[in-house]
C-alpha cells in the first residue's frame, strides 16, 4: 500500500453544518460536487469525507455513535492488492467488521478494525486511478 494515499471519512450527522465551516469558515473548496449525504475536501494527497453517518455504519460495520468517528482508506492499484491486504490483516489479529466485496459506485473494498479500535477501508476502484505520481485521481474533480 503506499502511504501517501489516503483518505479520512468522518462520521457526520449534519452535512450543511460542516460544509459551512470547512467551505466559508477555511475557506476550502470541495474536491468534487457534494451531495446530501457526503462532501469531500482533497488537501495534499490525503482526501478527507464526511459522510451520512447512517451510510457509514451501514457500509463499515462501525457503530456511528461509537469509536473511532473516523475511518481511514487506502487505495491500491488492483483487486488482488485488496484481496492480499486484507489476507494479512486477518493474520495480524484484525477485526474484519465488512467483508471484501464490489460495492456501489465501482468500488472493491473492505473494513477492519486494528486491535486500538481504529478503522481502515482498503480499496481498489476504476473510478479513482492512482497517478504516474501516486496521488489520487478522479475524472472530473473540481
Known amino acids: 500500500m503506499d502511504p501517501r494515499i489516503n483518505m479520512v471519512m468522518v462520521s457526520a450527522k449534519d452535512i450543511n453544518a460542516l460544509r459551512g465551516f470547512y467551505e466559508h469558515g477555511l475557506g476550502w473548496m470541495p474536491w468534487m460536487p457534494p451531495s446530501e449525504g457526503s462532501v469531500a475536501y482533497k488537501v495534499g494527497t490525503a482526501v478527507l469525507i464526511f459522510v451520512n453517518a447512517a451510510y457509514l455504519e451501514h457500509e463499515s460495520g462501525i457503530a456511528a455513535n461509537g469509536a473511532p468517528k473516523s475511518i481511514w482508506a487506502v ?68
Open 75 to 142: 487505495f491500491v492499484p488492483t483487486k488482488e492488492d485488496v484481496d492480499a491486504a486484507f489476507e494479512l490483516a486477518a493474520k495480524a489479529g484484525a477485526r474484519i467488521t465488512s467483508p471484501v466485496r464490489d460495492r456501489d459506485q465501482g468500488l472493491y473494498s473492505g473494513y477492519f478494525a486494528d486491535p486500538e479500535g481504529n478503522a481502515w477501508e482498503v480499496v481498489w476502484s476504476p473510478h479513482m486511478p492512482l497517478g504516474a505520481d501516486g496521488s489520487l485521481t478522479l475524472p472530473g474533480a473540481a
